[in-house]
């Protein structure tokens, strides 16, 4: 059960902010391989589970301190299953940002579109991104987007202690293996969260209903003035499945913890383990 956070507010201006959210296969699909490129079946496309904790986060501070929440996603054409439960959680508004030559980019190459992206929805306070996305794990790009804008970034946020919009300021605390750390910094911020910080709301009926209707804009590369080619600086031509490895289970015996100790030891000097 997760512990319950207050917010400190300060009711001067609203609060511009934007999520970042990812279309991301069912956490309980199967990966496959079909000719060198990785497939998900027939798994259903969801939002990002990480993703629900920043739409979420962004929601309360809106309804802390009034503005709106725009959700982006980067995806193929109609990849917009992820806006739709965004917007059915509350958010105002959800872009998708689409174009031909943003297939099989690499993090760094995704950072400079959704950089483009936030740039063009104007002045943004705030910008959420999950802790990191299901499918690839990478877990970098909120950061490398904070790099391209020039904004500090404020990752692995399990709590966020106070905003102030009037001052531009935000306190934050991150979960750290070693235990938790403050941090203060200014606003525009990018703000990666942890699943601690908060339990993600179920969508309501009429916000079903809402995003099921909701007309959702696609922004290309001309859009957000992206005119020059774009290189990933990793790729994956190539994809296999590693090779099916038969095992059994032995279970070894023994009159004593010894005597079972010194079986194991011989078996495993046997299989050249040891």
């Keep these: 059960m997760h512990?319950?956070?207050?917010?400190?507010?300060?009711?001067?201006?609203?609060?511009?902010?934007?999520?970042c959210v990812k279309q991301t296969p069912d956490t309980a699909a199967t990966v496959i391989v079909e000719d060198g490129k990785v497939s998900w079946g027939d798994a259903p496309l969801v939002l990002n589970p990480w993703d629900?904790?920043?739409?979420?986060?962004?929601?309360?501070?809106?309804?802390?301190?009034?503005g709106q929440v725009t959700a982006i996603s980067l995806g193929p054409e109609g990849a917009t299953?992820?806006?739709?439960?965004?917007?059915?959680?509350?958010?105002?508004?959800?872009?998708?940002?689409?174009?031909?030559?943003?297939?099989?980019?690499?993090?760094?190459?995704?950072?400079?579109?959704?950089?483009?992206?936030?740039?063009?929805?104007?002045?943004?306070?705030?910008?959420?991104?999950?802790?990191?996305?299901?499918?690839?794990?990478?877990?970098?790009?909120?950061?490398?987007?904070?790099?391209?804008?020039?904004?500090?970034?404020?990752?692995?946020?399990a709590a966020i202690r106070s905003v102030d919009p009037g001052a531009k300021s935000i306190s934050v605390e991150r979960m750290l293996d070693e235990g938790r750390q403050?941090?203060?910094?200014?606003?525009?911020?990018?703000?990666?969260?942890?699943?601690?910080?908060?339990?993600?709301?179920y969508p309501s009926f009429m916000g079903i209903r809402k995003a099921s209707k909701a007309e959702i804009p696609v922004w290309s590369a001309a859009d957000i003035d992206l005119t020059e080619a774009l290189e990933p600086a990793v790729a994956w031509p190539q994809v296999n499945m590693p090779p099916k490895v038969d095992t059994q289970c032995e279970l070894i015996e023994g009159g004593s913890a010894e005597e079972i100790?010194?079986?194991?030891?011989?078996?495993?000097?046997?299989?050249?383990?040891?």
């Design 81 to 157: 299953e992820a806006l739709k439960q965004a917007l059915a959680m509350g958010c105002d508004t959800a872009i998708l940002v689409s174009d031909p030559k943003f297939a099989g980019l690499d993090s760094l190459q995704v950072s400079k579109v959704l950089a483009a992206a936030v740039k063009k929805v104007g002045e943004v306070d705030l910008l959420f991104f999950g802790r990191a996305s299901v499918d690839s794990d990478v877990g970098i790009t909120g950061s490398q987007v904070a790099r391209r804008l020039g904004w500090p970034a404020l990752t692995l946020v």
């Design 182 to 201: 403050k941090v203060s910094g200014p606003l525009p911020a990018v703000m990666s969260v942890v699943k601690e910080i908060n339990e993600p709301r």
């Design 52 to 66: 629900e904790y920043a739409v979420e986060e962004a929601l309360r501070l809106k309804e802390a301190h009034g």
């Design 261 to 274: 100790a010194q079986k194991l030891v011989d078996r495993l000097v046997e299989e050249k383990v040891i």
């Design 3 to 19: 512990q319950q956070t207050s917010i400190q507010t300060v009711k001067e201006d609203p609060l511009n902010i934007v999520v």
